[in-house]
């Protein structure tokens, strides 16, 4: 676990890049492959944001999500979303309580009152559920009643979602969409990872332990180094453009990405440089990082869609 000395020394840069590889080792005890998913949620987790994650069943979200929590030493909590879920099953509720022969009002925590929440199958909750988290996604805080409780720092909500079976969902709305920074797509493994992962998990049950790396100051500190990696103005010039674009091509874009989707990318392409050891932020950062970012904020137009196309097709298109 870091000491002051080491939150002083994660400033040097190879010191950095050798923190996060072990990071990632470590998550390879648990998880096999899904690289660029793992780097993406700590991509978001640096920029202090938000992270959908879209996969279908028994790809391993869950597992990944709480392993990345050990290593970092973060309260973890598990929200599994259905249709009679109530805000006050997220947020909590006043109980009476006794205290000295009188009856008083007691706050009882509910599971957003932790670090890292994954908010499994978030479209399975209704939206009157779904908001509940809005304040706590954008403010890091929670109301009940006049009363209001700050969360816990760091703090990021983790959001799956089944891309299929959507008998029974309430899709998401856009001003909720918009809150989180990424949407990551979680695919099948390699032939060669699956076959790992049979071996591992089909032999004598062994449960394997993963050390915590970083504390909570060291997650803190780390964000806010990721806002002080240099970029250049042409650099950030190109990441507006990109935005600009999806707003005026109205041949594939009914409505394009807001204000917020241009910090994003910026941040996302600082933290990218960050995990990857490098002092600066590069043209091929923001050409990566384009994909997440703006993948769940755009709205296609009917012609787009009736040719067939994806969002990350249009995005494809926008960096020609």
Known sequence: MANAKDLESVKNIEKLKETFNNIKSEIGKIIVGQEEVIEQILIAILCDSNALLESYPGLGKTTLIKTISQIMDLGFSRIQNTPDLMPSDIIGTYLIDEDKGKKVFRFQ???IFANTILADEINRATPKTQSALLEAMQEKQVTVGNQTFELDKPFFVLATQNPIDMEGTYPLPEAQVDRFLLKIL?????????????NRFTKTHVKTEVKTLLSKDSVLLLQNLTRQVP?????KKKALK?????RSNKDLIEYGASPRASIGLILAAKAKALVNGRKFVSEKDIEEMAFPVLRHRLILSFKAERDG????????????
């Open 109 to 111: 925590k509910g599971p």
């Open 186 to 198: 979680v695919n099948y493994p390699t032939f060669e990872d699956e076959f790992e992962v049979m």
């Open 309 to 320: 196309k994806t969002a990350d097709d249009v995005i494809r298109e926008l960096l020609k």
């Open 231 to 235: 970029i250049a103005d042409d650099i």
């Open 242 to 246: 990109i935005v600009h674009k999806t």
